[in-house]
């Protein structure tokens, strides 16, 4: 079976996620059916484009779809599928008056993640090739894809809890318990346990953005050892907005010179990864023919070996 290759593209606020996510799309698309898709509630992805995007995945050249679902809908959602699941299983909480928590439950810290973790879940079970994914800003894009063996860490706890109260009411009962609940976190731990194994094989592609200033490289390098702590490795660095022409302006010879020290540290920091060097444009690159030549000129090998 050919599994999906899953594309998630990371680093610093404005440093060219959305670009280069798409810019590496174009290149996969000639390679197999590809799917770029932002999952940045402030979404960008249609204007870098030139295309008008929304929820469903829309055809905009040949191998290729892009999509922007309303990530605050996904987030809604979720919430509410997670409120009348738990109404069910725990009907006892209405008479205490306590299913009213559920319906704040959208507002509650980590849904957001939980939810996202979820789409990406589903689009690892699409029909695509690829599917390059362009987040918001690190933060919650890294916590997401820890979030499985965090998940899990608390989960099995959870199971052992619920085994121990159901061998009880056996004992009670004098009679085999079927336990729906129990149940339920068996099926989300199998299907949390098989995504986080997904996400640190050789199908998940981490891809670290940054440009060679300060902030967005040390932003990247916390990444990459956070990632590492978790097994997950990036196989590849894109360094977007390089000053490469000649020029006598004193402000930008300043910045390329001070580009030349950090790009130093980002080959010695990422040495065993794909580094890929973008120029800054003059004209910022948008719409997928100017990409496409982009794609070509910088992304001939491909991305992370695919
Ligand atoms: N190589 C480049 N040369 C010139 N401008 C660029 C280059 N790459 C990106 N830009 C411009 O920089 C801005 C930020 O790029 P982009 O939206 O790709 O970054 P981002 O990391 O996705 O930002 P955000 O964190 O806001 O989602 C955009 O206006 C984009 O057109
Ligand atoms: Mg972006």
Not at 32 to 45: C, E, F, M, R, Y
Not at 120 to 144: C, H
Not at 259 to 271: A, P, S
Request: with cysteine.
């Amino acid at each position: 079976m050919i599994i999906l290759i899953m594309f998630n593209f990371i680093g610093k606020g404005g440093v060219g996620k959305t670009t280069s996510a798409a810019l590496s799309a174009i290149s996969l698309s000639n390679k197999g059916k590809t799917l770029v898709v932002s999952l940045d509630p402030a979404h960008n992805l249609g204007d870098v484009l030139g295309v008008e995007l929304s929820e469903e995945p829309k055809r905009i050249a040949p191998g290729l779809w892009a999509s922007e679902p309303d990530v605050d809908k996904i987030i809604r959602e979720y919430a509410k599928n997670i409120s009348e699941e738990f109404k069910q299983h725990y009907k006892y909480l209405r008479v205490l008056n306590l299913d009213k928590v559920f319906d704040v439950l959208e507002h509650t810290p980590g849904v957001e993640e939980q939810a996202l973790l979820q789409k990406l879940m589903e689009l690892k079970n699409t029909d695509f090739d690829y599917v390059v994914v362009d987040n918001a800003p690190t933060g919650i894009a890294l916590r997401v894809l820890l979030l499985p063996q965090i998940m899990l860490t608390w989960m099995n706890y959870l199971l052992k809890l619920r085994k121990d109260i159901v061998k009880r009411r056996e004992i009670v009962e004098e009679k085999k318990v079927h336990d729906p609940v129990l149940e339920l976190l068996e099926k989300e731990i199998q299907e949390l346990e098989e995504f986080d194994k997904y996400l640190k094989s050789k199908h998940h592609k981490v891809i670290l953005v940054l440009n060679a200033e300060e902030m967005p490289v040390l932003e990247a390098i916390r990444i990459k050892d956070t990632l590492n702590k978790f097994s997950m490795k990036p196989c590849a660095v894109i360094v977007n907005k390089l000053i490469i022409q000649d020029t006598s302006d004193p402000t930008l010879v300043s910045m390329k010179e001070s580009q030349q020290k950090w790009l130093k540290k980002i080959h010695e920091e990422f040495k065993d990864m794909q580094i890929v060097k973008l120029p800054y444009l003059p004209v910022p690159p948008k719409g997928v023919e100017r990409l496409r030549e982009l794609a070509k000129e910088y992304l001939g090998e491909g991305i992370c070996k695919v």
